[in-house]
């Protein structure tokens, strides 16, 4: 069975830093193509981050130089260090795995991890 | 960056109805469209990918189509479980994109 389990949520203040974690199951980080995707309070969806199997990585534009998508392949974890942290970062961040039978789509959900940016 | 825009932002509907969701991109994403549904409190669900297939395990009352810029979601015959958001997304190009989300509520 196919499992993500993100933590490392929580309340930060702005320009503050915040890792989280994606433990997953059932399958193996290093050959699959993963990502990070937020959605904010009552809002809709945004991708965030992807990591290639060769770990090149793509980011969406508001988050290059602040955040960073790695993996851990011995821990067998998706990771993004999110730094400079501002209120519009605000969101649930789902850790997801591109669908097995076409990349580019989202297939595999974890239930979330909240991230709150707030003074 | 794509811009995909949904429409209508709500679909007042009953169930049994016929439910059909349009989503137009800013450019061209050939086919390389998906569709999502998200009811309240749980994470999205990939119905449809690449404009016109079912996902594992969708009831086939679920189609998508549309190339290019226009494409739509219809659900035949709307059953209980299918009220919820729904959201498109392309992988034509970087950042992947989704549009703001149609939601289909009980009329």
């Known amino acids: 069975e196919v499992k993500l389990v993100e933590s490392g949520g929580g309340l930060v203040q702005p320009g503050g830093s915040l890792r989280l974690s994606c433990e997953v199951s059932?399958?193996?980080?290093?050959?699959?193509?993963m990502n990070w995707v937020r959605q904010a309070p009552g809002k809709g969806l945004e991708w965030v981050a992807h990591i290639y199997v060769d770990e090149t990585t793509k980011y969406t534009d508001s988050v290059k130089g602040r955040f960073t998508i790695s993996r851990d392949n011995s821990k067998n974890t998706l990771n993004l260090q999110m730094n400079s942290l501002r209120t519009e970062d605000t969101a649930m961040y789902y850790c997801v795995r591109d669908y097995v039978v076409q990349g580019g789509f989202f297939g595999s959900w974890g239930q979330g991890t909240q991230v709150t940016v707030s003074s | 960056e794509i811009v995909l825009t949904q429409s209508p932002a709500t679909l007042s509907l009953s169930p049994g109805e016929r439910a059909t969701l349009s989503c137009r991109a800013s450019q061209s994403v050939a086919p390389y469209l998906a569709w999502y549904q998200q009811k309240p409190g749980q994470t999205p669900r990939l119905l449809i990918y690449d404009a016109s297939n079912r996902a594992t395990g969708i009831p086939a009352r679920f189609s998508g189509s549309g190339s290019g810029t226009d494409f739509t979601l219809t659900i035949s015959s709307l059953e209980p479980e299918d009220f919820a958001v729904y959201y498109c997304q392309q992988r034509g190009s970087w950042p992947r994109t989704f549009g703001q989300g149609t939601k289909v509520e009980i009329k």
């Open positions: 059932g399958f193996t980080v290093s050959s699959s193509y």
